[in-house]
Nanobody, 123 residues
Framework: QVHLVESGGGLVQAGGSLRLSCAAS????????MGWFRQAPGKEREFVAG????????YYADSVKGRFTIARANAKNQVYLQANSLKPEDTAVYYC????????????????WGQGTQVTVSS
């Protein structure tokens, strides 16, 4: 069993920054992809960024490319999402997910999910 816990969300003004963290526990993640997704009210859950645990390869949604950075700390079993130059449209609940996925952007391929952390960006 895998347990994921997000933290770091909050209220920030447009142009500001937040650092989200995802603490993972329960089993080895060496072959997992770790992803960040978000879901705004009335919208579907969408992929934000992903990283594979072993090599550290990353992939980003076009909407956040150049503003967000995903990173992992292997020794701590943590994944981070540094979100800079935030916009009101970034407002959503952000979820951490893990799985042995082939398509990083497909939420249904991820096996494990955290409870989510709210990010609100005011204009």
């Amino acid at each position: 069993q895998v347990h994921l816990v997000e933290s770091g969300g909050g209220l920030v003004q447009a142009g500001g920054s937040l650092r989200l963290s995802c603490a993972a526990s329960g089993r080895a993640f060496i072959r997992h992809v770790m992803g960040w997704f978000r879901q705004a009210p009335g919208k579907e859950r969408e992929f934000v960024a992903g990283i594979n645990w072993s090599e550290g390869h990353t992939y980003y949604a076009d909407s956040v490319k150049g503003r967000f950075t995903i990173a992992r700390a292997n020794a701590k079993n943590q994944v981070y999402l540094q979100a800079n130059s935030l916009k009101p449209e970034d407002t959503a609940v952000y979820y951490c997910a893990a799985g042995w996925v082939s398509t990083w952007t497909s939420a249904h391929e991820y096996d494990y999910w955290g409870q989510g952390t709210q990010v609100t960006v005011s204009s």
